[in-house]
């Protein structure tokens, strides 16, 4: 067996057990859902910018002036900085306004799924950028990943990544200083192992 035969024989794998498991969280093909990501202080700190990617294809950025300072290592990682944030509103004045949109059902009245691919890392920040739990039920699409490569492989030690999900469907890499590129990312990501087929070649090695 080839080697590009042999990674699609594992991606095709790969992907119908997360095929599987989303199934059982109620992600099913058409069906309607959401996506949020965010950038923060630290880790995993305050959030101090978040987008929301909704149903109808529309999305949803905010930025957030935070209580407390922005960690170096993660301002170089997004390039937000205080001073750029410092006419923002404080997250907190929008708690409302915010877990109304992620709340809000479809047209049917049912609920729709919010899918996060860290969820407990981005709860906890927002949870702490309000002072009190964000509890708002979400999709952590990580430990889903995680759940279903040890099923598969026993021995694996690492955790999942987004840019890693590129080795099983044709996924491009999130732009990490964007919110909304991430929260986009994941909803590719989400319909691609919805709909979408397994890789057949390695993908391209990102130069730094």
Do not use: K
């Not at 049912?110 to 979400?138: C, D, K, M």
Request: hydrophobic share 40%.
């Amino acid at each position: 067996m080839t080697f590009d035969a042999l990674l699609h024989e594992q991606a095709t794998r790969r992907l119908l057990a997360y095929r599987d498991a989303l199934a059982e969280q109620g992600l099913h093909p058409g069906l309607p859902f959401r996506t949020l990501a965010v950038l923060t202080t630290d880790l995993p700190g305050e959030v101090i910018e978040l987008a929301v990617t909704l149903e109808d294809g529309t999305h949803r950025v905010q930025r957030a002036r935070p209580v407390t300072p922005i960690a170096p290592t993660a301002s170089r990682v997004h390039g937000l900085t205080v001073e750029l944030l410092q006419d923002e509103r404080p997250l907190r004045t929008r708690r409302r306004s915010l877990e109304h949109l992620l709340n809000q059902p479809d047209a049917s009245g049912r609920a729709v799924p919010l899918v996060i691919w860290a969820g407990e890392f981005a709860q906890e920040a927002l949870s702490n950028s309000f002072e009190t739990p964000f509890t708002v039920p979400i999709l952590s699409l990580q430990p889903l990943i995680q759940t279903c490569n040890l099923a598969i492989n026993p021995s694996v030690r690492y955790r999942p990544s987004l840019d890693g999900m590129n080795w099983t469907v044709p996924l491009r890499e999130p732009n990490r200083t964007s919110a909304l590129s991430v929260a986009q990312v994941t909803r590719a990501l989400v319909d691609l192992l919805l709909t979408g087929e397994a890789i057949r070649t390695a993908p391209p090695r990102t130069v730094p």
